[in-house]
């Protein structure tokens, strides 16, 4: 079972957007916020870690994640920008600026390319460390809502059940060939496109770290597991289920599950729900293999350290419950949980 657990201290101020570790390192995690700050913790320097700095910005950051190695980061903001920060500097670049909000912000580092999802419809391709490359602009048929990458491909959940597989070599390769001005229109056409597995709107998106596929989930306390193969024999092995219910009072109550997370080592994933829930579930044997006892507030954010020992976990009102959530302060932490060695291997794995 789990040997530990603890709580940073100095928590962000509002909703919690995003959590990331570092590439190379288990400890350092960045955390973002609609506080409008981006944090870099050492979570392990002192008891309740250390915050090591705050970077401000001028709205809401949406997600963040970190670049080439453990001193880059990307921000995705609500002020419609892409910005790079340098974690030893301070210093923040703006690499590009879509027409409305921007929801994800992923780095390949096999690939070097940075990629950015907004809600005006596209997607940004960025080769950050090419100091004359105009971004690409790729047209999406709806608006992103979740967005994850795997060694080899990009999946872009979106509106009306839409998701769409890129190629992470095509992208890189069209975006280092195209030139134009901005828009620097790139017209690709994705790997695969698919009608979500969820009825209902999906609210996040996490690619297997073998590379062989990706889970999603729901809003209606469901997740999907699905495979990049599109043989007919692969496909027939994609599922849903349900998740993150609780019974009250008779009545079956549905949360949304707004976070997945794979294990780096095991395989196995972990999702988080406004039932202030995680469960740690084994993909292939289709099981739950744990689930942990109840956060204060909403699961907001998951992610597993580079070595799958530790799990951060962000939470903070989900506004699930309508408007006794809009007071958030002292609602908002982060938890860091210490793994045992066999706590995220799957029911069938040695």
């Given at each position: 079972?789990?040997?530990?657990?603890?709580?940073?201290?100095?928590?962000?101020?509002?909703?919690?957007?995003?959590?990331?570790?570092?590439?190379?390192?288990?400890?350092?995690?960045?955390?973002?916020?609609?506080?409008?700050?981006?944090?870099?913790?050492?979570?392990?320097?002192?008891?309740?870690?250390?915050?090591?700095?705050?970077?401000?910005?001028?709205?809401?950051?949406?997600?963040?994640?970190?670049?080439?190695?453990?001193?880059?980061?990307?921000?995705?903001?609500?002020?419609?920008?892409?910005?790079?920060?340098?974690?030893?500097?301070?210093?923040?670049?703006?690499?590009?600026?879509?027409?409305?909000?921007?929801?994800?912000?992923?780095?390949?580092?096999?690939?070097?390319?940075?990629?950015?999802?907004?809600?005006?419809?596209?997607?940004?391709?960025?080769?950050?460390?090419?100091?004359?490359?105009?971004?690409?602009?790729?047209?999406?048929?709806?608006?992103?809502?979740?967005m994850s990458l795997s060694a080899t491909k990009?999946?872009?959940?979106?509106?009306?059940?839409?998701?769409?597989?890129?190629?992470?070599?095509?992208?890189?390769?069209?975006?280092?060939?195209?030139?134009?001005?901005?828009?620097?229109?790139?017209?690709?056409?994705?790997?695969?496109?698919?009608e979500s597995s969820l009825k209902f709107m999906t609210r996040a998106v996490a690619c297997m770290p073998n590379d062989a596929g990706y889970a999603s989930s729901s809003i209606e306390g469901r997740c999907a597991v699905e495979w990049f193969d599109p043989s007919s024999t692969s496909q027939a092995r994609k599922y849903a289920f349900k998740c993150h219910r609780q019974a009250q009072d008779g009545v079956d109550v549905v949360y949304p599950v707004h976070a997945l997370a794979f294990h780096p080592v095991h395989g196995t994933f972990a999702s988080g729900g406004g039932d202030g829930v995680v469960a740690l579930w084994d993909a292939v044997a289709k099981r739950r293999i744990r689930q942990y006892q109840k956060y204060p507030t909403s699961i907001a954010a998951l992610a597993f350290s580079n070595n799958g020992k530790y799990l951060a976990i962000g939470v903070s009102p989900g506004f699930e419950n309508g408007m006794e959530d809009l007071e958030v302060e002292g609602r908002v932490g982060i938890f860091v949980k210490e793994l045992g060695e066999t706590e995220a291997k799957g029911k069938g794995q040695k």
């Open positions: 079972m789990s040997t530990a657990q603890f709580e940073l201290s100095d928590p962000p101020t509002d909703v919690v957007s995003a959590v990331k570790f570092a590439p190379g390192s288990s400890t350092r995690l960045l955390v973002s916020s609609w506080d409008k700050c981006v944090y870099l913790y050492d979570t392990h320097e002192k008891e309740g870690g250390r915050l090591i700095r705050k970077f401000e910005d001028r709205a809401p950051v949406l997600d963040v994640c970190f670049g080439k190695d453990n001193n880059e980061a990307f921000t995705a903001g609500l002020d419609w920008e892409v910005k790079r920060i340098d974690l030893e500097t301070g210093a923040q670049t703006t690499l590009s600026t879509h027409e409305k909000g921007v929801k994800s912000v992923a780095y390949s580092a096999e690939h070097q390319i940075l990629i950015s999802a907004s809600w005006d419809e596209t997607l940004h391709i960025h080769l950050p460390h090419k100091a004359d490359h105009v971004p690409n602009t790729v047209p999406l048929p709806a608006k992103p809502f979740s990009l999946v872009v959940a979106m509106a009306a059940r839409t998701n769409y597989i890129y190629e992470l070599k095509a992208l890189a390769l069209f975006a280092s060939q195209a030139s134009q001005p901005p828009p620097n229109l790139l017209e690709i056409e994705p790997f695969q496109k698919r």
